[in-house]
C-alpha cells in the first residue's frame, strides 16, 4: 500500500525531503504557511549571499588602483541593492515551486498546520477554512526564527534582526553588531563593505572552530575597517537622541564601554519554530532547543519525524536540513540510507571567507588522538595573489596512525568553495595519498589545499622543509 506523508514545512529540509519522498513512490502532502524556501532563500542564505557579491564589488573598487584601475566616486543604491536581492529570490523560489509542481505525488498545500494526531494533520487555509488530512507518517521541518537576547533595551525602536535588516533599503551610517556567530560575522563584515562603520561585539568569534581562525579573524575584520570587541557581552541598550547606545562589559575583567550607532543588530542566534504545533498535547518532548530526535530523527511519539533546524541537534545549516530530509524519507520508505551525516562542510561568508570540516586541534587534541598537521598559506599561492587575496590558509590535520584526513580549516579566498575537497576526503575516509596522486590543475586556489596535505608526509614542493612536526 502507497504510504501518505504529510512534511510540515517547505524549506531547504521539508522540499527536499518531499521530493525524495515521491521519488520513492510515497503520496507527498507538503504544508507551508509562508513562501517555498523557508528562511534559508527567503530570509537567510540566498539574500545574504546576493548582498555579499555586493560587497565584494564596493571592496574590489576600493582596492582597484592595486590593479592598476582608476575608479572616481560610487555610491550604493539600496534600493538597487534590495531590487537585485528579491530578483534572485523571486527566481529561485519560482523554480522550486515549478520542481515541486513536476511531480504529481506531491500536494502542495498553502496554510497552517496543525498536528491532531500521529496520523492526523490539519490545516487552516488562507481562505479561513479547514482541512483533514490523514497520513501514515509526519515530518515537521518548520524551521527556525531569530532570537532576541534578554539584554534590557531589545524592544527600543531600531534594535533590529537580521530579518528586519535584510529588509531595509538605507544603509545605516553606524551599525552595531551584537553577537560573533556566522549571522552576526556575515553580517558585519558586509555592511562594513556596503558603507557602514560597524561595531562589532562578540562574546566569542564563532564556535566549534579551530582556535587559530577565532584569533586571526578578528584582525581581518579590523582590517576592513571595523570596530571589533570580544570577550564582551551586551548589557543594556539605551536611547540617545536619534541614536541608540549600547553598554557593554568585559567577560574577563570589571570594564566596559559604550557604544553608539544608528541600528542594533541583535545576532544571538535562532529558536525553533514549534508555535501552533500541539506538541504538548501529543506528547512530543521539546524544549528551548528544539524538538528531540533519536539519531534517525524520530521524535518521542511514533511516526513523527523532526529535520532541520527545528531538532534539537543544534546544527541549524540548510544543507544539514536538506540531508537529513533525504535520510527520514528513506527510512520511511524502507531502505538503509547511505549518507553521512556526522561530516558536513561549515561555511562563513565574511571577507576573506572561513570554512570548516571535521575536527578541530581542539577536538583532537582533547580526544588525544594523534595526529598531525599541515598549514599552506594563501601567500604562496599564485592564483590568490593574482587576484590580490592572498591573506589566510589552508590547515589540514590527518592521524599519524594512517594518514586519513580528519579535519580542514581554510581561511582566505573563496575558502567555501575549496572546503569541499576536505569534506569529501573526511566522509569517505580517504588518506593524504588519495589526494597527493591526484594532480591539480595550475594555477589555481585549490593548489593550497594540495600543497597543505602534501606537506603532512613532508612532500609539498612550495613549503619550505619543516623544522618539527607540530602536534
Keep these: 500500500m502507497t504510504k501518505t506523508i504529510a512534511v510540515i514545512g517547505a524549506g ?18 507538503l504544508i507551508e504557511n509562508r513562501e517555498v ?42 534600493k538597487a541593492l534590495q531590487d537585485r ?3 534572485v529570490v523571486s527566481t529561485l523560489v519560482g523554480g522550486i515551486e515549478q520542481l515541486i509542481s513536476s511531480y504529481k505525488n506531491i500536494e502542495f498545500i498553502n496554510g497552517t498546520a496543525t498536528i491532531k494526531d500521529k496520523n492526523t494533520v490539519s490545516v487552516e487555509l488562507s481562505d479561513g477554512s479547514s482541512r483533514d488530512i490523514t497520513v501514515d507518517n509526519i515530518v515537521i521541518a518548520t524551521g527556525s526564527k531569530p532570537q532576541m537576547t534578554e539584554t534590557k533595551g531589545v524592544d527600543l525602536e531600531g534594535v533590529i534582526t ?3 535588516l535584510l529588509e531595509m533599503e538605507e544603509i545605516p551610517e553606524t551599525l552595531i553588531v551584537v553577537g560573533g556567530g556566522v549571522i552576526g560575522l556575515e553580517f558585519a563584515s558586509i555592511y562594513q563593505e556596503l558603507g557602514s562603520q560597524v561595531i562589532l561585539l562578540a562574546s566569542r568569534i564563532l564556535k566549534n572552530i579551530d582556535m587559530e581562525i577565532t584569533r586571526r579573524l578578528p584582525m581581518f575584520l579590523k582590517k576592513q575597517g571595523m570596530e571589533v570587541y570580544v570577550d564582551i557581552r551586551a548589557k543594556e541598550i539605551v536611547k540617545e537622541g536619534d541614536k541608540l547606545k549600547v553598554i557593554a562589559k568585559f567577560k574577563n575583567k570589571d570594564e566596559e564601554i559604550e557604544v553608539v550607532g544608528d541600528k542594533v543588530l541583535i545576532a544571538s542566534g535562532r529558536g525553533p519554530v514549534v508555535e501552533g504545533l500541539n506538541l504538548d498535547n501529543l506528547g512530543v518532548k521539546y524544549d528551548h532547543t528544539g524538538i528531540h530526535v533519536d539519531e534517525d530523527f524520530k521524535t518521542s511519539v511514533e511516526g513523527i519525524y523532526a529535520i532541520g533546524d527545528v531538532n534539537n541537534l543544534g546544527i541549524q545549516l540548510a544543507h544539514v536540513a536538506s540531508a537529513q530530509g533525504v535520510y527520514v524519507m528513506e527510512k520511511i520508505m524502507g531502505l538503509e540510507p547511505d549518507i553521512n551525516l556526522d561530516v558536513y562542510p561549515n561555511c562563513v561568508f565574511t571577507l576573506p571567507e572561513v570554512a570548516f570540516v571535521g575536527m578541530t586541534e581542539e577536538e583532537l587534541k582533547k580526544s588525544g588522538i594523534d595526529y598531525k598537521v599541515s598549514k599552506f598559506l594563501f601567500a604562496a599561492n599564485g592564483k590568490a595573489l593574482s587576484l590580490g587575496e592572498g591573506e589566510g ?29 576536505g569534506a569529501i576526503a573526511i566522509a569517505n575516509g580517504l588518506d593524504v595519498q588519495s589526494i597527493a596522486r591526484t594532480i591539480h590543475a595550475h594555477p589555481t586556489l585549490s593548489e593550497a589545499f594540495y600543497e597543505a596535505t602534501l606537506g603532512l608526509v613532508d612532500a609539498a ?11
Excluded at 590535520?397 to 568553495?417: C, R, T, W, Y
Excluded at 614542493?461 to 602536534?471: F, M
Design 162 to 164: 537580521s530579518d528586519d
Design 37 to 78: 524556501g523557508g528562511t534559508c532563500l527567503n530570509r537567510g542564505c540566498i539574500p545574504t549571499k546576493t548582498y555579499f557579491r555586493n560587497a565584494e564589488i564596493m571592496s574590489n573598487l576600493r582596492k582597484a588602483s592595486e590593479f592598476g584601475i582608476e575608479v572616481g566616486d560610487f555610491k550604493l543604491d539600496g
Design 85 to 87: 536581492k528579491k530578483k
Design 393 to 421: 590558509f589552508v590547515k589540514i590535520f590527518a592521524s599519524q596512525e594512517d594518514n586519513k584526513v580528519l579535519g580542514v580549516m581554510i581561511l582566505g579566498p573563496h575558502a567555501n568553495d575549496l572546503i569541499h575537497e
Design 12 to 29: 531547504p529540509g521539508g522540499y527536499v525531503a518531499a521530493i525524495r519522498g515521491a521519488q520513492l513512490g510515497a503520496n507527498i502532502v
Design 461 to 471: 614542493i612550495h613549503i619550505a622543509p619543516p623544522r618539527k612536526r607540530r602536534r
